[in-house]
């Protein structure tokens, strides 16, 4: 698919909002990325494999020269039509306590993202965060985005950073972020609806998929097991409980030879702690409280089993490492493995990611899921800029 339609994807990671504007038609003439092992990732997929002609930077978007790409690019300002991005969001994240992260200077990459939108002049930009962008603690860095929006010609779609859930588009998973959608003064938005529909909801005939989806289907033995635990642990009647197991829908085994058909390897105390844990488990079922446990209530997540019955947990820089969340195997006595990581983030299976277990850990969860930012663009594609022609 291609399309005279051009773009260029800053704090691009491993190339999900990349994949995405490939994936919907857009060319993509340069990706941004600071990490060498996500920008390598982004390289061998969408350029090496897919054919590309994006130009890849590995380098601190504060050293890329803006004027020496557009030269190089042909570009002239005004021309492109979307700018893409999602600078690093732990300065904004709820992981983080009190006024933590409020002076971080990663904060300061959003304001230099606007450094290419005034340079560009796009017809469109759309940035990524976390939800915590919207905290009252960032709102001097927002207002301060939004005032150069404004200042340089561009119209916020609905005034603000919205919050949109990517299990509403197609995407296995529980996953909210803030996007702040912008077009240039001169760009009619009159047909625009935003943000798009969804296309999968609790009810109807498009449920949210489950994270069952990435998992190969378990043992007779296991599906019995899990509607057991339906019916004690959630309160599902017998009849409710059969209904929802034999209603999912199970992935397809992994390849034996697929680079991230890997796991973190534990210890025999932790491969003990989830043997104890119980299908559908949680921390506090597994029988190991820590001192730390005893007068705190909080991160019941960590060391759980991933629902198959649901959305899964959000991928964080720490999907594979069942101490940072509800990240373990739901039924097997380990934590998940990178390629189920990657495939709740809505990456194919022939996406391969450059570096090791920790660095491809983190590229999956910083990631933009593939099949949300389809949806985003796509939307952009047709309400906008097709109308704009």
């Not at 990732?41 to 557009?70: K, P």
């Not at 492109?80 to 991005?85: K, N």
């Not at 732990?90 to 340079?119: C, M, T, W």
Request: net charge positive; charged share 25%; proline share 5%.
């Amino acid at each position: 698919m291609s399309s005279n339609f051009t773009a260029i994807d800053l704090f691009s990671g491993a190339g999900g909002f990349s994949l995405a504007a490939h994936s919907v038609g857009f060319n993509l003439l340069a990706a941004i990325e600071f990490d060498v092992n996500a920008a390598n990732t982004c390289y061998q997929n969408l350029v090496q494999r897919l054919g590309a002609s994006t130009q890849v930077f590995a380098q601190d978007i504060n050293d890329v020269d803006i004027d020496g790409l557009m030269k190089y690019q042909g570009l002239k300002q005004g021309e492109l039509d979307l700018l893409l991005g999602g600078p690093p969001c732990q300065g904004f994240s709820s992981h983080r306590i009190k006024d933590a992260g409020k002076d971080d200077p990663r904060n300061a990459l959003l304001i230099r993202y606007f450094d290419f939108v005034e340079r560009l002049k796009p017809k469109v930009f759309l940035l990524e965060n976390v939800p915590g962008l919207l905290w009252q603690r960032h709102a001097d860095y927002l207002a301060k985005f939004l005032k150069l929006a404004e200042e340089h010609d561009y119209q916020v779609i609905t005034g603000a950073p919205l919050i949109i859930n990517a299990k509403d588009y197609g995407v296995p998973q529980n996953r909210k972020r803030a996007f702040i959608l912008a077009l240039r003064r001169d760009i009619s938005a009159e047909e625009l609806i935003w943000p798009p529909k969804a296309t999968h909801s609790q009810a109807g005939n498009n449920k949210w998929k489950t994270a069952s989806t990435v998992f190969e289907k378990p043992t007779v033995e296991v599906l019995d097991g899990f509607r057991k635990r339906l019916i004690k642990k959630f309160d599902f009647t017998q009849d409710a409980a059969h209904k929802c197991i034999d209603n999912l829908v199970w992935g397809k085994p992994l390849e034996a030879n697929d680079p991230c058909n890997v796991h973190m390897q534990h210890s025999e105390k932790m491969t003990s702690l989830f043997k104890e844990t119980p299908l559908l488990g949680s921390r506090d079922e597994s029988g190991r409280e820590l001192a730390c446990h005893k007068n705190y209530a909080g991160h019941k997540d960590v060391y759980g089993r991933i629902y198959p019955h649901l959305p899964s947990n959000t991928m964080t820089t720490g999907c594979n490492n069942p101490s940072k969340g509800r990240f373990v195997h739901p039924w097997l006595n380990h934590g998940t493995s990178l390629r189920h990581a990657a495939r709740l983030q809505t990456f194919p299976d022939d996406y391969f990611f450059e570096g090791g277990i920790m660095s491809i850990a983190k590229q999956i969860g910083n990631a933009v899921p593939v099949e949300l930012g389809k949806a985003l663009i796509n939307q952009i594609k047709i309400q906008v800029l097709d109308k704009n022609k």
